[in-house]
């Protein structure tokens, strides 16, 4: 796009379509730049043939595609620094905490902030240790383990054990389990061992623990503001509901920094997809930001650089 009128023009599709969430007609564009109804049409024509606009059917407007958006948002990176007082306010509300309530926290604020949904994934740690396992009957057929961990998470499994055992059974056995106390890779092996050592019943139950122990490594995901979702224009179309659930349901998504840039943009047609990374002890984290294609990208871009960069130092991230 060589034109500086037609990146102007291309400038003011996005800003308007982000506004109103209607395509933008070439006669809003002559009025706005002070040219004529027949210029712009043709300024729309080369848009189209670059793939930056589309129009939707044949008696509307323009409107950015995600190459579009793309090209528009670039003009916001590097990002701005968040005012005084959200970085005031980020650093009192993050202050103290450790472990799933830091997580929470930042995903609150993030979406708090930006006005879109948020997903915040921290990479799984298989050498932390475990300090407890509270279980508890989900049914006659089955057991709910909770391991609290030393870095202040907590993971969740599914334990199958027919019939479950009683009361005094999964006392004894949560006593076993503090015991323990070793990183979680470690965790299957010492309580095989243990369950020889014990009678039939708390036998039956460490085992069907260490069965189960393998499906508590996933990643640390935690979400917020998903029914932002339910705000947007878009939300009329049940296909954007569809792919803004996909993006949400994987979590995080595969992204490449680009010239160097802390954040990365990404497109599911019309769900925009923003992404920084989180330092953390045992790997990057992500931060994702997910709402319509016509997001406000210089808040957006923002806010989850400001975030992302907020976690407190004894958390494992950037002071």
């Known amino acids: 796009m060589t034109s500086t009128r037609r990146a102007r023009i291309l400038e003011l599709i996005a800003e308007t379509y982000i506004d109103t969430a209607h395509?933008?007609?070439?006669?809003?564009?002559?009025e706005r730049l002070g040219i004529s109804g027949a210029t712009v049409r043709n300024e729309f024509a080369?848009?189209?043939e670059e793939g930056l606009v589309c129009q939707p059917h044949t008696s509307a407007g323009r409107l950015p595609t995600p190459l579009g958006?793309?090209?528009y948002a670039d003009a916001y990176l590097p990002p701005r620094p968040l005012s005084a007082r959200e970085r005031r306010r980020l650093r009192q509300r993050v202050e103290g905490l450790h472990g799933s309530d830091l997580l929470r926290t930042l995903a609150s604020l993030a979406s708090d902030l930006s006005g879109y949904a948020v997903?915040?994934?921290?990479?799984?740690?298989?050498?932390?240790?475990?300090l407890e396992v509270?279980?508890?009957?989900?049914?006659?057929?089955?057991?709910?383990?909770?391991?609290?961990?030393?870095?202040?998470?907590?993971?969740?499994?599914?334990?199958?054990?027919?019939?479950?055992?009683?009361?005094e059974v999964?006392?004894?056995?949560?006593?076993?389990?503090r015991h323990i106390g070793l990183p979680l890779t470690e965790m299957p092996g010492a309580l095989r061992e243990r369950a020889r050592e014990v009678g039939a019943e708390l036998r039956r139950t460490l085992s069907a623990v260490a069965d189960a122990w393998p499906t508590l490594h996933p990643a640390e995901v935690v979400s917020h503001g998903l029914t932002l979702l339910f705000d947007e224009p878009e939300s009329k179309d049940p296909s954007f509901l569809r792919?803004?659930?996909?993006?949400?349901?994987?979590?995080?998504?595969?992204?490449?920094?680009?010239?160097?840039?802390?954040?990365?943009?990404?497109?599911?047609?019309?769900v925009a997809l923003i992404g920084a990374e989180l330092a953390w002890r045992h790997?990057?984290?992500?931060?994702?930001?997910v709402g319509p294609a016509r997001m406000r990208y210089g808040t957006a871009f923002a806010v989850a650089h400001g975030v992302s960069r907020s976690l407190p130092a004894s958390s494992g991230g950037a002071a």
């Open 23 to 30: 395509p933008v007609p070439s006669s809003a564009i002559a």
């Open 46 to 48: 080369a848009l189209e």
């Open 69 to 71: 958006f793309r090209r």
């Open 119 to 130: 997903v915040l994934e921290l990479p799984a740690d298989p050498t932390v240790r475990t």
């Open 134 to 167: 509270h279980l508890t009957p989900l049914s006659a057929r089955r057991l709910l383990a909770v391991a609290v961990l030393e870095n202040g998470l907590t993971r969740d499994l599914s334990v199958e054990l027919d019939p479950t055992p009683d009361d």
């Open 170 to 177: 999964l006392d004894d056995a949560e006593r076993v389990l």
């Open 243 to 270: 792919r803004a659930a996909r993006s949400l349901e994987r979590g995080t998504f595969p992204w490449q920094d680009r010239d160097g840039s802390p954040l990365a943009l990404d497109f599911d047609e019309d």
């Open 283 to 289: 790997g990057p984290g992500r931060l994702t930001l």
